[in-house]
């Protein structure tokens, strides 16, 4: 067979690297249930979106092996978690505008009014 050039070779995660992921993972799980239980205020969503995106993280870096591809691949996923940082951004500012200027909603049964 001949020899290929340029090619990359396969890295090999051990078995205990994943089994310690997934118990990570699991203890993230058992965290998340926890934290779910204590009214925090404006911190519950907070911590559960901290701990939400730890996992995330851990299942990209270890389990799609991106912590062992090239730097094109660190380039996509990081792309991917700004994609989501602006559309968390822009979901809680629509969120925390609502009654901004202090408006009351229309009534549901009143008609709408033609220019």
Known sequence: MAQQTGARPQHIVPNRTNFLVFAVLIVLLVVTVVAAQFNLGVFNI???LTIAIFKALLIILYF???RYS???AWVFAGAGFVW???LIGLTLNDYASRGWFGLPPPPLDSPVSQP
Request: glycine share 0%.
């Open 64 to 66: 799609m092996h991106v």
């Open 70 to 72: 090239t730097r094109l």
């Open 84 to 86: 989501l940082a602006i």
């Open 46 to 48: 907070v911590i559960a």
